[in-house]
């Protein structure tokens, strides 16, 4: 038995003296049009094409066709071709429904203002690294990542940070979204039952991946400065994710007492701290607080991220991890990825070096504090019945709602006025606590600020977003 097979109809004729072989191609596409696979107004090969891909005369595909045009499958064209006539109408591409027009003024957080990415030095440092980088830097990597990132990285951390970083006790990742992944899948490997976060917290990283890791997420209140240790202390948690220097929603920083209490914690328990360093680089009115990872670096996992201070398409982060863990944090990351882009992490090494880091923070931080000042001001005059907490550092703020107003009610009525703005009890685990509303404002004109805080202070004013009950 002979099979021939055309490469523009999917058709296999048998040659083995069973049915004639203008019969069997007409059975290939009757069928064809039967199942659907060929749709009305598809157009069939020429048969000349098919003649020759199936290595027949062209009059057996011409009889064919014909036999198939005269049972209504296929209809003749003018200018000579063929294309299916019956059959279900290609299916009609899905009507978008209509997008919700994107708000006017949007107080999101976890952004940085990327209009302001140092677009012309980068390119430079891509230049540099494409100019000079050797070949093997362009072969697949150790899981730790590039060596000149690990090392720029290291003094930065140390000089800025102090921290206590050793270049080979680094990973560099894919943002903290990676860091905190690896770590819990590390820390899932150790036979890790239980992790501690703060609560209120981010919902969409450490929560998500210890749950499906199996690890059970236990919540711990924080106050206005940071995770209550004497709370943490009753976990039974093997490891603690934290937002020291600037609490993830709130704001509050950790005092030098709650980290040494922290610290004492992980000793005695062996536990570890997961030290989420996000937006330190953003301090306003107070000095910068060091990492805890300089304080125990054989406590902590401190992660730091590229996100806010250049951009969150970067997609650049890094850990720096206790030294017994680094190779299977390491692992972890070849597992995942085999290691991020070589040229980006070159990129960063380069811009690093050179200072145009620092440079570029420098230029940042007044640009922010404007915008976070004209917040205060406007909330200060346009809606003084919210307290702002958390205001010293970062690219957001946190105010707290009346007892007697719902903060669903407002976020919806914002919304409703072009108006985007986060609340906070979406990211409580089981704490409860006042309604409060994020502002992040790290993208928006000073102007668009004052716009938006005027339009919550007019809903919060007229009343109707109450919650008919007042909290304790
Ligand atoms: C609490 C917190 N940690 C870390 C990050 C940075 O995440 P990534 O580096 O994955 O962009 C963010 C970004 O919004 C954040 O809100």
Do not use: C
């Not at 943002?175 to 969409?204: H, N, W």
Request: glycine share 10%; hydrophobic share 45%; net charge neutral.
């Amino acid at each position: 038995m002979v099979e021939i097979q055309s490469n523009s109809l999917l058709i296999e004729l048998r040659r083995d003296g069973g049915a004639a072989l203008h019969r069997q191609i007409e059975a290939a596409i009757r069928d064809a049009v039967r199942a659907g696979r060929l749709r009305i107004g598809t157009a069939l090969p020429p048969t000349r094409t098919l003649a020759g891909d199936l290595g027949v005369s062209r009059g057996v595909v011409v009889e064919a066709y014909q036999q198939l045009v005269a049972e209504g499958y296929l209809t003749s064209r003018p200018g000579g071709y063929t294309e299916v006539a019956i059959g279900q109408e290609p299916a009609a591409p899905a009507v978008p429904s209509e997008p919700a027009p994107p708000p006017m003024i949007d107080f999101a957080y976890g952004r940085s203002d990327v209009s302001h990415f140092p677009r012309a030095v980068w390119m430079r440092s891509i230049r540099r690294v494409l100019a000079d980088a050797p070949n093997e830097r362009f072969l697949y990597l150790s899981g730790r990542g590039m060596p000149e990132l690990r090392e720029a990285l290291a003094g930065y951390l140390n000089r800025v940070r102090g921290a206590s970083v050793d270049p080979d006790n680094m990973v560099i990742v894919n943002g903290y979204a990676q860091g905190i992944a690896l770590t819990i899948a590390v820390l899932a490997q150790s036979g890790a039952r239980r992790l501690a976060v703060e609560d209120p917290s981010a919902d969409d990283d450490a929560r998500l991946v210890a749950a499906a890791a199996g690890i059970e997420v236990v919540g711990v209140p924080v106050d206005r400065d940071g995770i209550r240790v004497d709370l943490l202390e009753r976990t039974d948690a093997d490891a603690v994710v934290l937002t020291p220097s600037h609490q993830w929603p709130t704001g509050g920083v950790l005092s030098a007492e709650s980290r040494a209490a922290v610290l004492r914690w992980a000793a005695r328990r062996g536990a570890l701290i997961v030290e989420d360093d996000y937006d330190a680089e953003y301090r306003y009115d107070r000095a910068p607080i060091g990492a805890i990872q300089g304080l125990a670096p054989d406590s902590v996992v401190y992660a730091g991220s590229a996100s806010k201070t250049l951009a969150p398409g970067l997609r650049l982060g890094w850990l720096v991890v206790p030294r017994r863990l680094a190779d299977a944090v390491a692992t972890a990351k070849v597992v995942a990825d085999r290691g991020s882009p070589a040229l980006d992490q070159l990129v960063f090494a380069d811009f690093l070096t050179r200072g145009e880091f620092d440079r570029h923070l420098r230029r940042m931080r007044p640009v922010y504090r404007r915008r976070r000042d004209a917040l205060l001001a406007a909330l200060r005059e346009k809606a003084p019945m919210l307290e702002p907490v958390g205001i010293a550092a970062g690219l957001h703020l946190v105010t707290w709602l009346p007892p007697e107003v719902d903060e669903a009610a407002v976020v919806s009525a914002a919304a409703a006025r072009g108006v985007a703005v986060n609340g906070v009890t979406p990211y409580r685990l089981t704490s409860t606590g006042p309604g409060g509303l994020i502002f992040g404002y790290s993208s928006l004109s000073e102007r668009a600020i004052v716009d938006g805080v005027t339009v919550i202070g007019e809903i919060l004013s007229r009343g109707g977003v109450g919650s008919g009950r007042a909290r304790s």
